[in-house]
Structures are given as structure tokens and as C-alpha cells.
């Protein structure tokens, strides 16, 4: 698999990471509790036991495998730069909550690292992100089972904005990465995107390369990336409000004659 892997990025193809987010609810009865980032308790329960958060939100970071190189060494300098070792993990929630990496850091120098690495991420033009999120309390509950499982809908809606992404680029080609969660789960998933590029009629012409690739969050720096810029996306998707994390990238996000919504970011249900 490495092999395939790596031979994929030399020639050329542009590569999606994929994160996901989905905010603890401290509400819920703690005998069955829902676990963060963990969309599988959601998505097994009706819609009056859900519960927990009120959307589920994907981002897809998208950059060209000729220009991974220069972005790896970049976010490495970044690390060395913030005190933070050439392996270690940045998670979302571990830069809010001072655990990881960032254990012994101050609210404020939690904060400031934040902002500095979307700035980062923000001022790279050869980043596209891709966005979507899902209100929870408008899904119609009694249609397939696919359209209610968060995190399968959430996927469906993000490989169909990627696949015209590479539709409208010139080498049209890319791969996808997700961060492994459960192996039958994951199983699940990626027969799940065989059968859409197989049957999708939103993803045809096909130009997503056959096969999903799972890489942990801590040995996949673009990985750590989306998922940081998810609870970003998430919180500016949920408060109604801007913020300066997120006008930090913003910009990133896919655009078609001026238009992010629909393309970069898609809301769902309408």
C-alpha cells in the first residue's frame, strides 16, 4: 500500500485529507456517552435520541502532490519553531483543552499557535478546502439508510464537491486520505465510496482514483491540518458568526464564479 501510495503522489495527483467534527454534548446521560469526533454514536440512534451536537461537519484539504514537499517542510519549521517536536500531533481539541503536545501550555499561547498555523494554512494558495456540513434536525430520518448516518451522507456530499473540483482542474486526477477510525467501520466506508463511484451520477465523469487510503492522525500531517480546520469550520458553521479563525482561511475554500456556496462549502439539508 505505501508503495502504491507514494508512486500515486509522484505523479502528479492531488491529494484530499479529510477530517471530521462532532462536539460533545455534556447533556447527554453519562451511561451512554457520546464520544468526540466519534460520528458512529450519532448515527446509530433516531433523530429524538440523537442528542449530542447539532451538526456533523467534514473538510477536505486538498493540495497537488508536486507541492507537498515544500508544504510538509513548511509545517515542519512551523512545529520547531512553536517548541513543539518534528512528530508531534496537532488535534483540534488538544490545542483547546491544553492535552497532547500542548500540556503546560497557557490559554494564550494555546490561542496564539492556533491563529498562527490557520494563518499559515490560509496564506498557502496551494491549498483548496472543501466543506460540508450537515443540520442534523432537518434530516428526514425515515428515508434510506445512507441519507441518515452522518457520517456516510457527510462523505457522499464531500466526494461529490471533490470529484467536480478535479472536474474543473487540468490533470483531473486525485486520491483521498481519511483518518481511520474502527476497521469495520472503516471497511464500511470505503465500500460505501466504491459502490457511489460506481453508481453516482453526481460523480461521474469519474476523476477520484480508485481506493480510499486511511492514515492515523499522527503520522499524517494533512490529516492534523483538516482536522484542525474543521472544528474551525464547524464553529463558524454553528455560531452564525465569523471569527478570526476562521477569516484566517476562509479564502481556501473552493470558489466558482464567486461563489463558495454550493462548491468549497455545502449545506444539507437545503
Given amino acids: 500500500a505505501s508503495k502504491c501510495f507514494l508512486s500515486l503522489m509522484n505523479s502528479g495527483l492531488r491529494i484530499c485529507s479529510i477530517g471530521a467534527f ?3 454534548n455534556t447533556r447527554y446521560e453519562e451511561s451512554n456517552p457520546l ?3 466519534d460520528a458512529r454514536t450519532v448515527a446509530e440512534r433516531s433523530q429524538k435520541n440523537w442528542g449530542g451536537s447539532t451538526h ?3 473538510v477536505g484539504v486538498i493540495i497537488h502532490g508536486w507541492k507537498w514537499k515544500g508544504w510538509n517542510t513548511r509545517l515542519m ?3 520547531k519553531n512553536n517548541g513543539l ?3 508531534a500531533e496537532i488535534k483540534a481539541s488538544h490545542i483547546r483543552h491544553g492535552k497532547g503536545a500542548f500540556v503546560g501550555w497557557d490559554l494564550q499561547r494555546r490561542n496564539f499557535f492556533l491563529q498562527s498555523l490557520l494563518n499559515l494554512v490560509g496564506g498557502n494558495p496551494d491549498i483548496t478546502m472543501l466543506g460540508v456540513v450537515i443540520d442534523k434536525s432537518l434530516v428526514n430520518t425515515s428515508k434510506a439508510d445512507r441519507m441518515v448516518k452522518c457520517e ?3 462523505l457522499e456530499l464531500l466526494l461529490e464537491r471533490y470529484n467536480l473540483f478535479l472536474d474543473k482542474q487540468n490533470d483531473k486526477c486525485g486520491i483521498v486520505i481519511l483518518d481511520p477510525v474502527k476497521e469495520s467501520s472503516d471497511d464500511n466506508l470505503r465500500y460505501f465510496r466504491s459502490y457511489l463511484l460506481a453508481s453516482s451520477q453526481h460523480l461521474q465523469p469519474q476523476h477520484i482514483v480508485e481506493g480510499t487510503f486511511f492514515a492515523k492522525s499522527h503520522t ?3 490529516i492534523q491540518i483538516a482536522d484542525v480546520c474543521t472544528g474551525v469550520f464547524y464553529r463558524r458553521m454553528t455560531s452564525g458568526s465569523s471569527t478570526q479563525e476562521f477569516k484566517a482561511i476562509q479564502g481556501r475554500f473552493w470558489q466558482q464564479n464567486n ?3 454550493g462548491y468549497g462549502i455545502k449545506k444539507w439539508p437545503k
Avoid: N, Y
Wanted: proline residues 4%; positive net charge.
Fill in 22 to 24: 462532532l462536539l460533545e
Fill in 35 to 37: 464520544i468526540p469526533g
Fill in 56 to 58: 456533523f461537519a467534514r
Fill in 77 to 79: 519549521e512551523f512545529k
Fill in 85 to 87: 517536536t518534528w512528530d
Fill in 152 to 154: 456516510v451522507r457527510s
Fill in 220 to 222: 499524517s500531517i494533512l
Fill in 259 to 261: 461563489r463558495t456556496q
